[in-house]
């Protein structure tokens, strides 16, 4: 415990200042209870998600190497990233200043024509979630539990970009024909194909995990979830599917699209009169924050548009 | 790369027949099924070569084929199985460009989920190598404006304005796109979503925190919509940034 730092920057992205707003207030309170510290990055940009990067090479490396210089100008190494796109995105960039100089000079010289500081190093980024598991971990959580989430049933849905790919967030040396770099390998990093961490932190406040293999980790339509209505229904109705028959009554997630995603198409499915796919979603850190003595109010659960108090005010956990 | 693709044998140029006499001999039986020879003279290397050329797209040379790329992508599986990674880098390798024309339907449709390059055994980059593939392809009008295409760009032009996006004007700038009579003020131009003409999913999403008194959430949210939210030192940087995406083509045609 202890590798990547107890303050770290803190990149909450565009959706966490609007409509996934309860992310960020509950995340806040989780991580001051924790015992841990974010400084709020002042004035970042959109990483471009996951829609730049099909548009624009260049454009994506240098939105989220302004957001890195950023971080660098307030003193940190590390960046913190509570949204899989937003730190998929900064993985990404990192991957490519990384193992291909001529990016990494040409990003410089078109940063300093922005007025922005060149970056003389690459900071990394991690998920709000690894970062939580290796600085507190479960023991911290038990310690600080004061209302069990006893008898809640949660499936634990990952989403696609927490994990994977490897190549970005891991070992990244590997991938593009460097061969001559050994690979570099993320001790922090949780498990490739079978992610536990979530699962352990929640079980640490008192929750029971359902099996929700290989959902998991399946895809909610992402990026496609307007744009590509078909898909992303099926994807979502399987998720859905396999979390209620495996008896789950609610759906943790940590992130805001995949956490969108899922209540837009949920309503939508119940609405053709779907079956099997009435389960809530809350944040992780909601649960958490809530485990932890918190209001609904505190963890700003009326904003999700599934509903889950009911749920939790049956099982007297809200 | 000797791999046979029963997908590039067109249905003309099989052959069936009951009784087949071949010089004089009766070849019938298992012989009765004959491929006709094409030859492809309209393949273009360049294609490759350009596609190499971006660094997000260079990787695309280690493919050996093994598919595991297919194996693992959800669209594949679950949707269309004439959605397949391996065979789009194969032909885009040979440069087959009009192999990939014919499956323009399909070939927008990867969800970015990443499965592929995280399995691939090679190091390539398989989304990323997909999707500049597209991009090329967008380059060269072989492919129209393909939905989520129009969505990137969308998206890209507001973060480009802004330098942060804002979810009401995403979710209704699309559905305005996709056809829905979208009402707006006179002043300011910003949706108003309950005298517009959305699905009912959308106005009971929107109403939603209306019925339960979440003000707060009301506020946040119509104050961004009025006042897009914006990232403040940006305007420098934003014509370094323009400057950048004209000079990949990566502005909207026209715009």
């Known amino acids: 415990m202890g590798i990547i730092g107890k303050r770290v920057a803190y990149y909450p992205g565009c959706s966490l200042e609007g409509a996934s707003r309860a992310y960020d207030v509950s995340t806040r309170i989780v991580v001051k209870e924790l015992g841990l510290e974010l400084d709020y990055l002042e004035d970042y940009n959109c990483c471009g998600a996951m829609e730049s990067k099909n548009v624009t090479f260049m454009g994506t490396m240098l939105l989220n190497a302004r957001n890195m210089s950023l971080a660098l100008k307030r003193g940190h190494k590390v960046i913190v990233a509570p949204c899989n796109g937003c730190s998929f995105s900064l993985q990404r960039a990192e991957y490519f200043l990384e193992t291909d100089r001529k990016v990494f000079e040409k990003v410089n010289e078109l940063l300093k024509e922005g007025d922005v500081d060149p970056l003389d190093e690459i900071p990394h980024t991690y998920h709000l979630l690894e970062w939580l598991y290796n600085e507190a971990g479960p023991q911290k959580v038990k310690e600080r539990t004061v209302r069990p989430l006893k008898g809640l049933k949660v499936a634990n849905y990952y989403g696609c970009l927490y994990t994977r790919p490897h190549f970005y967030s891991r070992t990244y040396a590997h991938a593009g024909g460097n061969g001559e770099e050994r690979p570099r390998k993320r001790e922090t990093a949780d498990d490739d194909e079978h992610p536990f961490y979530m699962n352990e932190l929640l079980e640490a406040a008192g929750a029971e995990s359902v099996y929700f293999e290989p959902m998991h980790t399946q895809c909610c339509g992402g990026p496609h979830s307007l744009s590509d209505e078909d898909v992303s229904k099926k994807f979502v109705m399987m998720i859905l599917q396999t979390a209620k028959r495996n008896g789950a009554n609610i759906i943790a997630t940590e992130c805001p699209l995949c956490h969108a995603s899922l209540e837009m198409y949920r309503y939508r499915l119940m609405l053709e009169g779907i079956e099997d796919v009435d389960v809530p979603a809350a944040y992780f850190t909601q649960l958490l924050g809530l485990a932890f003595g918190y209001s609904v109010d505190d963890v700003k659960l009326k904003d999700n548009l599934s509903d889950p108090i009911p749920v939790l005010r049956r099982l007297g956990i809200a | ?255």
Not at chain 2, 130 to 154: H, N, T, W
Not at chain 2, 231 to 237: G, P, Q, Y
């Open chain 2, 1 to 255: 790369m000797p791999i046979h693709e029963r997908s590039l044998i067109e249905s003309e140029r099989v052959l069936r027949k009951e009784r087949l006499v071949i010089d004089g001999i009766d070849v019938s039986g298992d012989w009765n099924l004959i491929i006709l020879p094409r030859t492809v003279e309209d393949y273009d290397l360049d294609f490759a070569k350009e596609i190499m050329e971006s660094p997000d797209g260079k990787t695309i040379q280690q493919c050996y084929q093994c598919s595991y790329c297919t194996a693992s992508c959800p669209v594949h599986n679950y949707w269309d199985d004439r959605y397949n990674p391996r065979h789009f880098i194969y032909l885009a390798r040979l440069g087959m460009v009009d192999e990939l024309q014919k499956r323009v339907d399909v070939m927008w449709r990867c969800v970015s989920c990443h499965k592929c390059t995280h399995r691939c055994p090679k190091g390539v980059l398989v989304e990323d190598v997909l999707k500049v593939i597209l991009r090329v392809m967008y380059k060269r009008g072989l492919i129209g404006d393909y939905p989520s295409k129009k969505f990137d760009q969308f998206f890209t032009e507001s973060v480009l304005e802004y330098g942060r996006i804002e979810d009401g004007e995403l979710l209704f700038g699309w559905m305005e796109k996709q056809g829905y009579k979208i009402k707006k003020d006179p002043i300011l131009r910003k949706p108003i979503p309950f005298f517009s003409d959305i699905p009912r999913w959308l106005k009971d999403m929107v109403s939603k925190p209306i019925k339960e008194g979440n003000i707060s959430f009301i506020m946040l949210n119509a104050k961004h919509m009025l006042f897009h939210p914006r990232t403040k030192e940006w305007n420098k940087f934003k014509q370094v940034l323009r400057r950048v995406m004209e000079e990949e083509g990566a502005l909207a045609k026209g715009g």
